[in-house]
């Protein structure tokens, strides 16, 4: 643990990787004492085994690196989701054969390629 700008960070080693992470915290000596908490826990589970990066850090720019280093996916928040992302991969799952191969879907495929798809660039 250290002080930054005013604000307490944390700092430990998790596989093999040097971690810093901010505590959001203002240093102060009852923060301190919280924040050591933090730290015991955090070095308590992982030496048992029971440390994921992503659930204790879920906002960190590094919860990708580590979640490889782990060999587990990330699952992004609902506000990282974008309409976009969305509406490609319905149209590609919901019609894969096209509009034309699948006459009972046509006019839903047209219409959903009409309305949606050219606007998400799909």
């Keep these: 643990m250290y002080s930054r700008g005013g604000k307490l960070w944390i700092d430990f080693r998790y596989l093999g990787q040097r971690v810093r992470e901010p505590s959001g915290l203002k240093d102060s000596a009852a923060n301190r004492r919280l924040v050591r908490r933090q730290v015991d826990l955090i070095i308590a589970e992982i030496e048992n085994g029971a440390f994921e990066f992503a659930k204790r850090y879920p906002h960190s720019l590094n919860k990708e690196k580590f979640a490889e280093l782990e060999g587990q996916r990330v699952t992004k928040d609902p506000g990282e989701?974008?309409?976009?992302?969305?509406?490609?991969?319905l149209t590609r799952r919901q019609f894969p054969k096209g509009p034309t191969e699948?006459?009972?879907?046509?006019t839903r495929t047209r219409a959903f390629a009409g309305a949606l798809a050219p606007r998400a660039g799909c």
């Design 81 to 89: 989701v974008l309409f976009v992302g969305i509406t490609c991969r």
């Design 102 to 106: 699948d006459p009972d879907s046509e």
